[in-house]
């Protein structure tokens, strides 16, 4: 019935698969958990990772290089024996115990794809990772109602979903950073039927500033990149609507040198103990503007 599939990569996911396996058996369901390690470089993680192949149901496999987030997940859907996946991210946790039933309930409603959320933890972390948090609480954590007035806007850290519909819109070779704008895109260009329903997992694996902002600028590159090989529309996310906007007041060159004049300031505050998403967004228009301007 459900073929549970994480893709990691340098992440003990021993609790989490541990976790769902005690849940599925309690659903009372056919299930398989299939975790697949891209190469990983931390031996430590590696080790606690084989013992899941201990597990009744459970599958620990080791790639011999490198492939990135997107061939991982097309090589375990490809080996996956149930026609429903479950895509966890390794750095997640079910937030309730009825976490997999939520999702059984789920399998008979005529839906393709349903998402169950992603939420953080209540406790502030460390400075050092404040704006993945503050960011993450204000733009990934929310409700079923407000993720369903917009349903093609996929998370995919934690995602339910038809077999044949996963290998069709994510058949694409590339791997950069940032592609779920372009697997949605693809959701929505095949109709699918998308459920959000409130049944998320906490993210757990908060990355520095500086590496999120790295990533960040990453995922909008990857954004240019598709944009211009026509592979996704001009009005696929926000930042582009923005740019858009922007671009039609002919203010564009006075844009990118105010932000260039006042970058310092904002990589002085989102490094801060206040990191304003305010001055996120203005600092990634930025970079889009620039990438547009050089085109």
Not at 83 to 108: G, M, S, T
Not at 204 to 220: D, M, P, Q, V, W
Not at 258 to 274: D, P, Q, T, W, Y
Request: aromatic letters at 10%; a positive charge; charged letters at 25%.
């Amino acid at each position: 019935m459900l073929s549970i599939l994480i893709p990691t990569y340098n992440y003990n996911t021993l609790l989490l698969v541990k976790t769902l396996q005690q849940q599925a058996i309690k659903s009372k369901i056919s299930f398989e958990i299939v975790v697949l390690d891209d190469a990983s470089s931390d031996r430590q993680s590696s080790t606690e990772n084989k013992k899941i192949n201990t597990l009744e149901h459970c599958t620990y496999i080791e790639s011999e290089k490198n492939l990135g987030r997107t061939a991982t997940r097309n090589i375990l859907a490809n080996k996956a024996k149930f026609n429903w996946l479950l895509f966890l991210d390794a750095d997640v946790i079910p937030l309730n115990q009825d976490f997999i039933e939520r999702y059984v309930k789920e399998l008979n409603n005529k839906h393709d794809v349903i998402s169950g959320g992603i939420v953080y933890e209540t406790q502030r972390p460390t400075q050092n990772q404040l704006l993945r948090w503050v960011y993450g609480k204000t733009r990934e954590s929310k409700s079923a109602k407000a993720r369903n007035k917009k349903p093609y806007n996929i998370i995919s850290a934690n995602l339910l979903i038809a077999k044949e519909l996963f290998l069709r819109a994510n058949n694409f070779e590339t791997n950069h950073y940032g592609l779920d704008i372009y697997f949605s895109y693809k959701i929505r260009e095949l109709k699918a039927k998308v459920l959000h329903i409130e049944n998320p997992t906490i993210h757990l694996g908060l990355e520095s500033t500086t590496i999120f902002i790295e990533k960040s600028l990453r995922a909008i590159q990857t954004t240019y990149t598709l944009e211009k090989d026509n592979k996704i529309d001009i009005s696929s996310r926000a930042l582009q609507i923005k740019y858009k906007q922007l671009n039609s007041t002919g203010a564009t060159k006075l844009f990118i040198f105010m932000c260039n004049g006042f970058e310092s300031i904002f990589l002085k505050n989102l490094k801060s103990r206040h990191p304003s998403i305010f001055l996120f967004d203005l600092y990634k228009l930025c970079f889009y503007c620039k990438l547009k301007k050089n085109a």
